[in-house]
């Protein structure tokens, strides 16, 4: 519909920006937005981003502030220490960390995830996925510690967890194993929820992670385990419980596949 709707409950829109059915790149109009990031003031982000491929940012009432490309065109972005595309190639998903000032968007079809800070706009990493073909769908930070969750889908299925120095200390899945992962969220008690399409399914993973991650020590996620190994994740179109997963996750022996290129030094491997 090209637009974006802030609701006071489930039925009742108390904001509506854009225009219904008319694409557009104004400061009132977006084409296909992907996701939405809220702040604890009511500021938020838009990732304006299969058309437009901007970040733009609201006030609380909706009045437009500013927007932005990966390369600085906007007002609040300089043009400073980006490698490879000068500009977002479709922006999948946005989260932010208020701890850290940070706001993390998914650049899907660029491979990467590139992080700002949410007020100057000033690029502090880009974390950039594995070159033979693997795109970062969704990122979100833990309400609760500085860790950063990602997932990744193309030659492997694979979700990350990063400190807050953007160190990826930990790979997961699930078994069987994830198909077309699109989005994830992270719930206050660590457990991690992925949701696929195709296969319209929820993964809840329990995560066992905590401020130790921040100092480089990975940690496993696993996924809770169902009475019946027959059971799998969660069908979208059925009752079932989401704690009905299958299998367990742990922390890959292989080199991760994300690296982190800083805004103001040279590539860096994660480890």
């Not at 920006?17 to 702040?39: I, N, Q, R």
């Not at 981003?49 to 609201?58: H, L, Q």
């Not at 401020?211 to 969660?234: K, P």
Request: proline content about 4%; some cysteine; hydrophobic content about 35%.
């Amino acid at each position: 519909m090209h637009q974006v709707f802030k609701f006071e409950d489930e039925k009742t829109a108390a904001l509506t920006l854009g225009e219904a059915f008319v694409p557009g790149s104004d400061p009132s109009h977006f084409c296909k937005p992907a996701d939405v990031a809220v702040l604890s003031d009511g500021r938020f982000f838009v990732a304006d981003g299969y058309c437009n491929s901007r970040i733009v940012r609201f006030d609380a009432d909706g009045t437009y502030d500013t927007e932005w490309k990966a390369a600085g065109t906007g007002s609040a972005l300089p043009t400073v220490g980006l490698k490879g595309s000068q500009s977002f190639s479709v922006v999948h998903a946005l989260t932010v960390s208020e701890d850290l000032d940070v706001l993390c968007a998914a650049d899907r079809e660029n491979r990467r995830i590139l992080c700002y800070n949410y007020e100057t706009g000033k690029l502090l990493a880009q974390i950039s996925g594995d070159e033979s073909g693997d795109r970062i769908f969704s990122v979100a930070f833990s309400p609760t510690s500085s860790n950063l969750f990602a997932i990744a889908q193309g030659t492997s299925t694979t979700g990350y967890t990063l400190d807050s120095q953007y160190r990826v200390v930990d790979e997961w899945n699930s078994d069987p194993g994830m198909v077309e992962p699109h989005t994830l969220a992270v719930a206050d008690d660590g457990s991690v929820y992925v949701g696929e399409i195709g296969p319209n399914r929820v993964w809840k993973f329990q995560s066992s992670l905590s401020s130790s991650v921040a100092e480089g020590t990975a940690r496993a996620l696993t996924a809770t385990s169902a009475a019946s190994r027959n059971s799998t994740a969660v069908e979208a179109n059925t009752t079932s419980s989401v704690d009905a997963v299958v299998g367990s996750v742990t922390a890959s022996a292989a080199s991760p596949v994300l690296q982190t290129l800083p805004a103001s030094s040279s590539q860096n491997s994660l480890s």
